[in-house]
């Protein structure tokens, strides 16, 4: 799946679910360089009819059960560093003792949130070191732009890639000899997957949460464990799971497949209207499993 492809299916989606207006749907395709005619059409592909907005959830009201999303932001900071086209900003947040593995977080589509900050900070009191790149840093910064999904797709993949890989040597250059894991969610997801297939040796293990798998994606040269973990109600981006436990069984990679049952993409994201609080707790367990596995030094 092209990255801009997915990008726009993010759009279309929102709005058959109801989280978007056709209005501000048709905004968001526009800036992404649909034409009206083109736009109307991929929204008619998703829905026959426009569907109510529904009103989001409070964004700070912590859902999750025995998860402090307040302390877990406030624990985060903002850095900058060197990228390869300028500076790059980040969410950076560091344990309490020695790091258990430093991990490359990915964000979504909405570029580098309160959220990611949260969950920057919530693996930091877990033990690990952990960097979190805004990927809209070439555009001015997830804040400077108009629209963060439009911005996105406006971005080549390899200077995405780049950028991320710039973090990763961020976090090496402050914790050397560390592990490195990477996570990305949703269109970080796909980052993940990217990341992989550049390929990306370096990493130890990478979670990529409901991310679609680029087209011809290969995995051979990487070391990675992978946990990829996708969402049973996500027929989109499930549609790529089998090509996914096929590139992995090629490279002879440590893997496993989860499909979380009864959830829909985007079930861990607690500021958004397919949070699933239970399955979210259950599946961050899972995560700190694999990383205790594959991030342990030897």
């Not at 390899?158 to 250059?173: F, K, P, S």
Request: charge should be negative; glycine fraction near 10%.
């Amino acid at each position: 799946m092209a990255m801009r492809d997915y990008l726009i299916s993010e759009v279309a989606l929102d709005h058959a679910e109801g989280h978007l207006s056709r209005r501000e749907a048709l905004r968001r395709l526009g800036l992404m360089g649909l034409s009206a005619v083109a736009a109307s059409g991929v929204l008619a592909a998703c829905a026959s009819e426009p569907a109510p907005v529904a009103p989001a959830p409070p964004v700070s009201t912590p859902k999750e059960p025995g998860y402090d999303v307040s302390a877990a932001t406030a624990r985060s900071t903002a850095i900058t560093f060197e990228g390869p086209a300028g500076t790059l900003s980040a969410a950076y947040a560091a344990p309490d003792g020695t790091p258990k593995g430093a991990v490359l977080v990915v964000h979504e589509n909405r570029g580098l949130t309160d959220h990611f900050r949260a969950v920057t900070g919530r693996l930091a009191g877990d033990g690990y070191a952990v960097l979190a790149p805004d990927l809209l840093s070439r555009s001015g910064g997830t804040a400077a732009v108009p629209d963060a999904t439009a911005a996105l797709g406006a971005l080549a993949a390899a200077d995405l890639v780049a950028d991320l890989q710039a973090g990763l040597a961020e976090l090496g250059r402050r914790h050397p000899g560390v592990a490195q894991a990477a996570m990305g969610f949703c269109f970080g997801g796909g980052m993940v997957w990217r990341l992989l297939a550049a390929p990306t040796p370096a990493l130890a293990a990478a979670v990529p949460f409901y991310g679609p798998l680029p087209d011809g994606a290969s995995f051979e040269g990487d070391t990675a464990a992978v946990l990829a973990v996708y969402a049973e109600l996500d027929q989109r981006v499930n549609a790529t799971r089998d090509a996914a436990q096929a590139a992995l069984t090629s490279a002879g990679l440590v893997h496993e497949i989860v499909t979380v049952p009864g959830v829909d993409h985007a079930f861990m994201n607690d500021t958004g209207p397919r949070f699933d609080p239970a399955a979210a707790a259950s599946t961050y367990q899972l995560v700190l499993s694999w990383f205790g596995t594959h991030l342990a030094t030897t």
